[in-house]
């Protein structure tokens, strides 16, 4: 048994509600924000949360997301064309890194699920994401196109990565670790899927 596109799409965590913190009446910004002007720092005015679901559901497609260091336990449904940046976009998962921006599936489901077109995840390390259905770190629906999965540490998944691209999709420098847990479908690789089209792998390590 393997995951299948017949298991239903993973809901956001019961937390994945969008807050902000205030504290003597100053709004402080939650760890994931809009970048609107794609400076890849917080300024007045971005729409901040604590959730990352709760960032993608308020983003309009093309949108950056910017996710601070720390840890998510949710299964964050990726359903519009967004640009996800973790604290360690841009470096290899095999290179010196920063403190992580960590989503774990908590053994209950994907952490990540790729539902939509043109979407790029980039600088997390994506973990426990087994059982639920889907089985795996990243799970992506059949057909989506123009995904990006980069510079991740993938780890302590059944599947690191369930690939079902339709076309022109890319997994690069990602590193991957120990993606073997028992779950319905009992993965045992690091990347799989029944069918791909156009998908490139690039310089990971496994």
Known sequence: AKATDSAPLPNS???STATKVTI??????????????????YDSGEQSFATIQAG??????????????GTYAEHVNVN??????????????NATRSAESIVNGSDTD???AITA?????????????????????IWSQTGTQNSSILNNIITQNSFGIWAQCGGNCLIQANL??????????AGTDSISADSTTGLTVNNNEF
């Open 24 to 41: 003597n009446n100053t709004p402080t910004p939650g760890p994931v924000f809009i970048d609107a002007n794609t400076n890849g720092t």
């Open 56 to 69: 993608i559901d308020a983003a309009t497609s093309g949108q950056t997301i910017v996710v601070g260091a």
């Open 110 to 112: 994907a952490a990540f």
């Open 13 to 15: 965590s019961p937390w």
């Open 117 to 137: 077109n043109s979407v790029t995840i980039d600088g997390f390390t994506i973990e426990n994401g087994s059982n639920g259905g889907h089985d795996a770190g």
């Open 80 to 93: 519009k064309s967004v640009i996800l940046k973790g604290a360690n976009k841009g470096v290899a998962g």
């Open 176 to 185: 991957f670790n120990g993606n073997n847990k028992p779950g319905t479908g």
